[in-house]
């Protein structure tokens, strides 16, 4: 069966960090494009940043430039997103997502791209 866990959400201060774990099975992400998606309340879910198959590739929102990074390690199935330099506007679920590929070094960061997800991890930025 294939899932997606994440974990490492929590309470972060304005201007700490955060690592997230996305803890995957049933499939290898090493062909697989991951996403890291996120839905602040009351607002509609969005792209953070995605890395590639071959992990060559990644793609992210203008507000994640410089703060948020995405990894993956391969042998251990498992995709990060750090967060640096947290905001209060950084505050929601944060979900990751992926889908399997033939393309090695592609990602975008559509949600209709991706078909397994996880339940999310919830992210508070305050002080």
């Known amino acids: 069966q294939l899932r997606l866990v994440e974990s490492g959400g929590g309470l972060v201060q304005p201007g700490g960090s955060l690592r997230l774990s996305c803890v995957t099975s049933?499939?290898?992400?090493?062909?697989?494009?991951i996403g890291w998606f996120r839905q602040a309340p009351g607002k509609a879910r969005e792209g953070v940043r995605c890395?590639?198959?071959?992990?060559?590739?990644?793609n992210y929102a203008p507000f994640a430039k410089g703060r948020l990074t995405i990894s993956k390690d391969n042998a251990k199935n498992t995709a990060y997103l750090q967060m640096n330099n947290a905001k209060p506007e950084d505050t929601g679920i944060y979900y990751c997502?992926?889908?399997?590929?033939?393309?090695?070094?592609?990602?975008?960061?559509?949600?209709?791209?991706?078909?397994?997800w996880g339940q999310g991890t919830q992210v508070t930025v305050s002080p």
């Open positions: 890395i590639s198959a071959n992990g060559e590739t990644t």
């Open positions: 049933g499939f290898s992400i090493e062909n697989s494009i």
């Open positions: 997502a992926a889908v399997q590929t033939e393309v090695s070094g592609f990602c975008r960061l559509r949600g209709d791209l991706y078909s397994h």
